[in-house]
């Protein structure tokens, strides 16, 4: 089948772009978040595109104080990947790997935003994602990451927040590849044993630097993939032997403060510590969702509207457990000191002994 896509010279394979390989759970993905401060307003955007399900969605959510407002959407794709809209939500490449735009227009729920981001430094590439679970290759995927800022407006229960690039700030992403996405397999795999999946990402915006972290490990504390980079005008730099240490609240799977260390090659070391400030919930744009989990089928085009009432969240409750915390952010890189707000998003399923979790879901004592 012929789409829009075939017309530019994209082309991996000598299918037309419509086809995917032949891994159903193959997808195509958008993140965005943003924030002024490290305690006031937030926002974050998915758009997902998946093209063995036929499936589009979309989401965007914002926590303004004690509530979290997430706005879901889905489409039939039809196959065509070019119409980057779903609904209410559109996500538009301006300039590519440096501008894009994210438009929300839902008056029917009072949420609303014009969004430009303009990243601050190039893109950057993790390291490949390939895991396996018993017989399954359960992720084979590629990430870009690129920290930035904003400029616009959104808009919720009739409050317009500006944005303006001086202040707002935040992180984007752009993954592709292989994950669980749409309905689970009815017949269970026999080799995978208990679930267990260990994640942090912490990227972090300073005035004139920006820094990046992630950590997927084993139930050991093994690491399986993992990376740590400090990126400023004079470019890149790896940081060797990236390590991180978390203090978790009681009676949770959150952390309550997050130390991270590293070293470049030419012997700089870096000391940041963050200092979580508030709580956005993954949930609210997909992620483990329930009803609007990612690739899920609604028909031709449906959306909803949602609030969580973030004080009466359980924390001890399983689908809560994928978060992405706001935070406070100081960092000692070689003789220089900054401060910037960043993110640490965290998510542990199942057992991790570096920290005392035992079962599938524990918390902390």
Known sequence: MLTKADDYPIHQTADPIAYSGTDRNFYDRYFFNGYGSSDGPFFAAALGVYPHLNVMDAAFSVVDGSRQHNLHASKLLHMERLDTSVGPIEVEVIEPLQVLRLTVNSPEHGIAAELTFSGRFPAIEEPRFIRRTGSQTSMDYTRLTQNGCW?????????????????????????????????????????????????????VNFAKATSFYHLNADARGDSWNTMGRWVDAAGAVELEHASSALDYRSGTRLAASASITGQSNDGRKLDLQLTPTQ??????IGYGHPEWGHGLLHGELASAYEVYDLDAIDPEDPGYFHIQAICDAKAQFGDQQHQGIGILEQVVIGPYDPYGFKGLADVAP
């Open 151 to 203: 400029e616009g407006w959104f808009e919720v229960d009739g409050q317009r927040h500006p944005v303006n690039s001086a202040q707002w700030r935040g992180t984007r992403d752009r993954s592709w590849g292989i994950r669980s996405i749409g309905m689970r397999d009815p017949q269970p795999n026999p080799a995978a044993g208990t679930p267990q999946f260990f994640w942090l990402w912490a990227p």
């Open 279 to 284: 709580t956005f919930y993954m949930r609210g």
